[in-house]
T-cell receptor, first 113, second 111 residues
Framework: DQQVKQNSPSLSVQEGRISILNCDYT??????FLWYKKYPAEGPTFLIS?????DKNEDGRFTVFLNKSAKHLSLHIVPSQPGDSAVYFC????????????FGTGTRLQVTL | NAGVTQTPKFRVLKTGQSMTLLCAQD?????MYWYRQDPGMGLRLIHYSVGEGTTAKGEVPDGYNVSRLKKQNFLLGLESAAPSQTSVYFCASSSMNTEAFFGQGTRLTVV
């Protein structure tokens, strides 16, 4: 049972345009959501997070939106840059669970020139 | 500023052999985790620890054991390796209510 789903395995976007990565979850107990970025042969690195008490969080070019009623979150990257090409993982955790993360399967973003 | 360090980076084992993966963090984090990443499946939690001397099972614990004798170290053991354990293993650490920091990964192949 996949509790965190990323239904798009890959996404290609032109440099300068907006990249939108989507994530859905099924577990109502999740209250903290994170996006990680992963380059080949490296570990995931934290990008941005959002608590369930918010519906938006911004950090520079990166914005995460949370729609609790739809159990959906999205990551917007504006403008996209070639260095953003990586695999992006959505992750979620629930309060009182020792910050254990449940990951989606990832979306490979390719930013083209 | 090392963060989370995993040893070794690569390893090839024969079926039935044993090995230990080492993870060390220098951020004084209480929580530590071992995940495995397989193609098309994201990262799955194997075991985790909420403090020195404590361990608990994650989503896919079978075939693995762990120990946390010191706060900064978290060891993952494979007693009798199987081809199904071929994977990339990531260690991570965090404090309560903060993001997890990951190591660079260990690529394990069991033949």
């Amino acid at each position: 049972d996949q509790q965190v789903k990323q239904n798009s395995p890959s996404l290609s976007v032109q440099e300068g345009r907006i990249s939108i990565l989507n994530c859905d979850y099924t577990n109502s107990m999740f209250d903290y959501f994170l996006w990680y970025k992963k380059y080949p042969a490296e570990g995931p690195t934290f990008l941005i997070s959002i608590s369930s008490i918010k519906d938006k969080n911004e950090d520079g070019r990166f914005t995460v939106f949370l729609n609790k009623s739809a159990k959906h979150l999205s990551l917007h990257i504006v403008p996209s840059q070639p260095g953003d090409s990586a695999v992006y993982f959505c992750a979620a955790s629930a309060a009182g669970t020792a910050s254990k993360l449940t990951f989606g399967t990832g979306t490979r973003l390719q930013v083209t020139l | 500023n090392a963060g989370v360090t995993q040893t070794p980076k690569f390893r090839v084992l024969k079926t039935g052999q044993s090995m230990t993966l080492l993870c060390a963090q220098d951020m004084n984090h209480e929580y530590m985790y071992w995940y495995r990443q397989d193609p098309g499946m994201g990262l799955r939690l194997i075991h985790y620890s909420v403090g020195e001397g404590t361990t608990a099972k994650g989503e896919v614990p079978d075939g693995y054991n762990v120990s946390r004798l010191k706060k900064q170290n978290f060891l993952l053991g494979l007693e009798s390796a199987a081809p199904s354990q071929t994977s990339v293993y990531f260690c991570a650490s965090s404090s309560m209510n903060t993001e997890a920091f990951f190591g660079q990964g260990t690529r394990l192949t069991v033949v």
